[in-house]
């Protein structure tokens, strides 16, 4: 009698659920059943193997990472002498810190959402409503190049949104005279049919891994590692979702005036409106000369906005979301403490880099939320509340001075702080070893693999039917 090919796989599913070692690759399987089917005839209904190869699990989660990381990035306006190489190059860079630390481009992005946030508050105070999130994102990004009245000596440079507000309730410029509903977003070349691919990819992948935990099938750590990015990459896209995609070519804004009457003659370090702010703070343009690095480009003025710029941290309820993502990406890779692993050895370390990753994720914004303070005065304002209360009132006045005289200055911020830097430095090391050995393992766990696995997820079961 001919076993049909469903039995046969049905047969090679359950031994190897029983305990026999997963050596034989499905391949052979195949190549077993198409031997066994050869030159014979098959009477009766044969159903579709309930299986997906090696292959099939690699492709899905590396396709889902591409859209994840390569579609819902949103980079700031290049130079205008910015190579396709350059640009290239760039993006790639971003992508690979989007899957090496997702949480990462997620805390630069609500930084911008925050600064974007404040940017319109300003200007709808001066008057001009119309002013929303999209011109505000657009004009961090570098969206806005100031041309100065007669200048020669220097190319034009790049305006942030807080140099824009003062421009023009200055009347320096006029106010951008752009259809922010519509020109902005036809200069964000990201397709809409790419948008709908990668919310169907995402939404397969989730729906994948939901399905297969419910039916407690086994999921390998390559696809709970890519879960882990889909999750914090669709957090990083709502905090973006207003900022357009993709812009290259920047709307020129002429100024009335010369750089010389705008400044003052001040010494500037970036562009000649550092007095008003100097594109900062970021890890090109504080941590790296503060570790003695060569910055980005030497060109002066600046000729783009740093995408690492972390120009203002998430507050209020804000930053309670942030740091809950954070900690849910680093979490996600603790729920796979439990899953089988090839040798005793690899689950034991895979155990301990996902706690590490979890716990210095949570010491991160335990020195970050200590540094805030300080800078912000928060625990001398503590202290008083404690011990004497009546001089609060002089200490905020002084505080709300400081805060005045730093945004007047270019060098409006300390950062990093010495005993910053060097209590989350190392902390960024064991971070960075603990989620490299996390993406190895990913792949070295095919080596031997659970057989269910390979089975797919069965759709029917979750549809009620008699």
């Known amino acids: 009698m001919i076993t049909p090919p469903a039995i046969s796989l049905v047969l090679f599913i359950f031994l190897h659920a029983a305990g026999a070692a997963p050596t034989t690759h499905l391949s052979n399987i195949t190549s077993s059943i198409n031997a066994t089917l050869q030159d014979q005839i098959v009477s009766q209904w044969v159903g579709a193997p309930n299986i997906r190869g090696t ?81 505000a994102f657009f004009a961090d990004m570098g969206g806005f190049m100031l041309h100065p009245k007669g200048h020669t000596t220097f190319d034009p440079f790049p305006l942030n949104a807080k140099q824009l507000h003062w421009l023009v309730i200055h009347g320096h410029v006029d106010y951008p005279d752009v259809d922010h509903l519509k020109e902005i977003w036809d200069k964000s070349k990201q397709d809409q049919l790419a948008k709908i691919i990668t919310a169907f990819q995402i939404g397969y992948f989730v729906l994948q891994c939901i399905g297969r935990a419910t039916q407690r099938l086994t999921i390998t750590t390559l696809e709970l590692n890519t879960l882990a990015i889909v999750v914090c990459s669709l957090m990083t896209s709502f905090t973006w979702q207003h900022k357009p995609s993709n812009v290259h070519t920047p709307i020129p804004l002429y ?51 740093p995408n690492d710029r972390f120009p203002m941290n998430p507050y209020g309820l804000q930053e309670y979301c942030v740091c809950f993502a954070t900690l849910l990406f680093t979490g996600i890779h603790v729920a796979g403490c439990g899953f089988s692993f090839p040798t005793i050895t690899e689950k034991i370390m895979w155990q301990t880099a996902s706690w590490l990753l979890f716990a210095v994720t949570g010491i991160f914004w335990i020195f970050e939320t200590m540094a805030s303070w300080t800078r912000l005065g928060r625990w001398k304002w503590l202290y008083l509340w404690v011990t004497d209360r009546k001089k609060l009132p002089d200490f905020e006045a002084i505080k709300r001075e400081e805060q005045q005289k730093r945004e007047a200055s270019y060098e409006w911020t300390e950062l990093p702080l010495p005993w910053e830097f060097w209590t989350i430095m190392p902390v960024a090391i064991v971070y960075g070893i603990a989620r490299m050995y996390l993406i190895v393992e990913a792949f070295l766990e095919f080596r031997r693999v659970d057989a269910a696995a390979f089975l797919e997820v069965n759709w029917a079961s979750f549809i009620p039917h008699i």
């Open 55 to 135: 292959w099939d699990i690699v492709w899905t989660c590396f396709a889902t990472i591409f859209v994840c990381t390569y579609t819902l990035l949103c980079l700031n306006l290049p130079a205008p002498s910015d190579s396709t190489l350059v640009l290239v190059r760039r993006r790639v860079l971003w992508m690979v810190l989007a899957i090496i630390g997702p949480e990462i481009v997620l805390s630069y992005a609500a930084g911008q959402w925050s600064r974007a946030k404040q940017a319109v508050k300003s200007f709808t105070k001066s008057g001009h409503k119309t002013f929303n999130m999209r011109l």
């Open 255 to 305: 100024t009335r005036a010369t750089i010389e009457v705008l400044n003052n003659n001040e010494s500037w370090r970036n562009t000649p409106l550092d007095f008003i702010d100097v594109n900062g703070p970021g890890w090109s343009m504080n941590v790296q000369p503060f570790m003695n690095m060569p910055v980005i480009p030497t060109q002066r003025p600046i000729q783009r906005i």
